[in-house]
């Protein structure tokens, strides 16, 4: 069965044709963010416009590289929800209308189950399973019987995890998308500032806002003294905290659920320190973990192809009314 995918829901407009929800014949990423490190962040406004001006574009690459037409697609799938109203409009839209017009069914996908399916593309998802996406956008802990049965059972309450590094790169002067400055700075400096580790309390959800504060009024503290922060270890703090309740939360997860295989998923997967932390409690504790490619952890659409084609076969359709989500559980 091959899906025609489609994800806008941020500043990627993105185009896959999957098969069988594992094999990825073509993928088209088009990135929107050297547009918006100009200001520091996405801008909703101008994401949603780039995505109306790249989307057939997109499809038309995508396709083109599957060596395809839309008469050899079985079904399409599109990422209602969550994230940014006018992006995800523009995605669904053309998908509403690309089905209507070759009348192919309609499958909606949840962004998160698209993140966690992106590793069903590198090897099948053996269940159950305890999936940990952390992104710009989200943080959550989900539990999974099965295939496209999802438990939420926890997430932030606050801040995303990517937002909060995002937001504290930005206050120790690194450009956007801070996220990865700061991991590599993390490794050139030391735990020297004194930070509170977030929402240390016995359920699955987080909170990162606070600690994103602390820093900010360190910061500002030692600007009023006329003191400069010393970047690689506020970097190294902040992340050493940010580590350690993840792991905390997902390895007490893995035992109270008494599961073997943990999925890390979301752009923030890329980080060494998440990353070297939680193979070492893997490693301690018998757990098989995954970790999808790079190319997989950030938005793209084949992850979207993957989650649909199991979505499909549980049995979701849509129809033209289909509505776009900012916000949605994953069910
Ligand atoms: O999944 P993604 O591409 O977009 C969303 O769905 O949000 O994630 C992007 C987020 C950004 O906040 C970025 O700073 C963060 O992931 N990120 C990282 C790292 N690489 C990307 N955060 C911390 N350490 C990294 N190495
Ligand atoms: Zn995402």
Do not use: W
């Not at 409690?281 to 199991?310: R, S, V």
């Amino acid at each position: 069965m091959y899906i025609l995918a489609i994800e806008s829901s941020c500043d990627e407009t993105s185009v896959s044709v999957i098969k069988d929800g594992h094999e990825e014949v073509s993928t088209v990423v088009l990135s929107q963010m050297d547009t918006h490190a100009n200001y520091g962040g996405v801008v909703p406004e101008i994401a949603s416009r780039m995505h109306v001006e790249n989307i057939t574009l997109v499809i038309d690459e995508a396709l083109s590289k599957a060596n395809m037409k839309m008469n050899d697609i079985d079904a399409i799938a599109v990422t209602y929800g969550p994230g940014l109203i006018g992006s995800l409009l523009v995605g669904l839209m053309t998908a509403k209308t690309l089905a209507y017009i070759y009348n192919k069914p309609l499958i909606p996908v949840h962004h998160i189950a698209g993140h966690i399916y992106a590793n069903n593309l590198v090897k099948r998802l053996e269940f159950p399973l305890i999936a940990l996406v952390v992104s710009g956008g989200h943080t959550e802990l989900i539990y999974m019987k099965e295939d496209y049965s999802f438990e939420k059972l926890g997430s932030t309450l606050d801040d995303a995890v990517g937002e909060a590094y995002d937001k504290v790169a930005r206050v120790i002067g690194l450009p956007y998308p801070g996220g990865p400055l700061v991991d590599k700075l993390a490794f050139e400096g030391a735990d020297t500032y004194k930070l509170p580790l977030p929402l240390d309390d016995d359920s699955y959800n987080f909170s990162f806002s606070g600690l994103k504060s602390a820093v900010i009024n360190l910061v500002h503290n030692e600007m009023q003294r006329g003191n400069e922060i010393v970047k690689e270890n506020m970097a190294c703090s902040f992340q050493n905290r940010v580590v350690e309740i993840l792991t905390k939360k997902t390895m007490k997860a893995l035992k109270e659920y008494d599961v073997k295989n943990l999925i890390v998923a979301g752009g923030v997967a890329a980080n060494k320190g998440l990353r070297d932390a939680l193979s070492k409690a893997c490693l301690k504790e018998n757990i098989n973990l995954i970790i999808p490619k790079m190319k997989y952890c950030t938005d793209n659409a084949a992850m979207i192809g993957a989650a649909g084609y199991y979505a499909y076969k549980r049995g979701d359709r849509a129809g033209l009314d289909l509505n776009a989500k900012a916000t949605i559980p994953l069910k």
